[in-house]
């Protein structure tokens, strides 16, 4: 199985994605995924991600190989946005095929999950026309820990 | 050749730009006390880990520099 790990600076059509994905997938008896966005309302105005070349796709590229070795996948999508964004625009699409629902849950939640608290990207957002940089939150580890 | 430093986040706002190159250091703390001491100590802070050259290093103090390394100190991360 050959996973699909994309980091982009564009936006990107998930629906479109999942789609190619799915067709790719025929032999999967389930396809679980994530789709997270910028969120609206709550003020932000503009959310920034920002990655470390040397760091971020080999980071990736590892998370999947070992989300590959835990589960028995048929196939599996990371895409992550870095750049600007606005409310509505998609930041990260997260796919897993395989023959039986619960590793495609998951493997999905998994890569998730450590992809928020331990993948090499950091957020900023602007709000009343002020940016300021987002830590991690505390669930944030929690949900990681999870996997240990 | 100088030493090239990188600052994510938070920390290049300290720092005012995102890159910068500084003259060869014997070593980390050498290199620390010659930045503003605002920055040196945001950079030293606990939860801020360092790469060399693309490689996350586990002890910045036991480290060796050489010319034309690139340090980049990271802070807490933020994805999805």
Known sequence: MASDVRLIAQSFDAGAELAAFTEAAAEAGGIASFLGQVRSGGGVEVLELRHYEPLTLPGMRDLAAAAERRWPLLGLLMIHRVGVMLPGDPIVLVAAAARHRRDAFAAAEFAMDHLKSESWFWKREKAGGVWSWIEPREVDFEDKRRWA | ?80
Not at chain 2, 48 to 69: F, Q, S, Y
């Open chain 2, 1 to 80: 050749m100088p030493l090239k430093l990188v600052f994510i986040g938070r920390l290049e706002d300290i720092a005012g730009e995102g890159e910068r190159q500084v003259a060869a250091a014997a070593s980390l703390d050498q290199l620390l006390d010659g930045l503003e001491s605002d920055l040196a100590a945001a950079l030293r802070g606990d939860r801020v880990r360092l790469a060399i050259n693309g490689r996350i290093v586990a002890d910045g103090n036991a480290i060796v520099l050489e010319d034309g390394d690139e340090l980049a100190f990271l802070p807490p991360v933020s994805g999805g």
